[in-house]
């Protein structure tokens, strides 16, 4: 199985902040990553696919990028909607696997 | 409205059997591959399986975690996916989400999901 690690697990952030978050995977993936946001009660949201294609109607500020095993998450300035947990998809092979997630709360 | 609506959720103890629904609207059930993913309370994100297409033969993929419980349904003309879970176990205790694939750069992705629906599975 390919197995995802994110980091930071946490991370505390102001709004207009610039935020990173980093996807692993265990082996190479080409580019089958997707990212989804997802906030308390609520289902996760694709915000990412192809690990760098804009999902429909996600705002710019939201991008990705990377290849293989390293994908990055990077949110320009974030806005007081944006506090929730991400997580990292693979689609390379079955079982497709989530990484733990990022939890982005207020500082 | 495009949207999917899981139901059939509920109290089961280990051992026993639940057949979640997932109704679809909006689109074309019969075109899309679905999936299953599970959220443990407090917990993370598990991908359960999934239904590939009527074009791939609604072949089926599942995780290890599953395999030989719990059987991927659908009736299209019903608009609706199914998951028959047998022999539950504590550990199969979760809100469970239905989702919609979408075709793009050779692969699909989850781009439409439900709202979840929790099951429990306790003495």
């Known amino acids: 199985d390919i197995q995802l690690t994110q980091s930071p697990s946490f991370l505390s952030a102001s709004v207009g902040d610039r935020v990173t978050i980093t996807c692993r995977a265990s082996q190479g993936i080409s580019s089958y990553l997707a990212w989804f946001q997802q906030k308390p009660g609520k289902a996760p949201k694709l915000l990412i696919y192809a690990a760098s294609t804009l999902q429909s109607g996600v705002p710019s500020r939201f991008s990705g990028r990377g290849s293989g095993t390293e994908f990055t998450l990077t949110i320009s300035s974030l806005q007081p909607e944006d506090f929730a947990t991400y997580y990292c998809q693979q689609l390379k092979s079955y079982p497709l696997t989530f990484g733990p997630g990022t939890k982005v709360e207020i500082k | 409205e495009v949207q999917l609506v899981e139901s059939g959720g509920g109290l089961v103890q280990p051992g026993g059997s639940l057949r979640l629904s997932c109704a679809a609207s909006g689109f074309t059930l019969s075109d899309h591959y679905m999936d299953w993913v599970r959220q443990a309370p407090g917990k993370g994100l598990e991908w359960v399986g999934r239904s590939r297409n009527e074009i791939n033969s609604y072949s089926t993929e599942y995780a290890a975690s599953v395999k030989g419980r719990f059987t991927i349904s659908r009736d299209d003309s019903k608009k609706s996916l199914y998951l028959q879970m047998n022999s539950l176990k504590t550990e199969d205790t979760a809100v469970y989400y239905c989702?919609?694939?979408?075709?793009?750069?050779?692969?699909?992705?989850?781009?439409?999901w439900g709202q979840g629906t929790l099951v429990t599975v306790s003495s």
């Open positions: 989702a919609r694939d979408y075709y793009d750069s050779s692969n699909y992705y989850l781009d439409l």
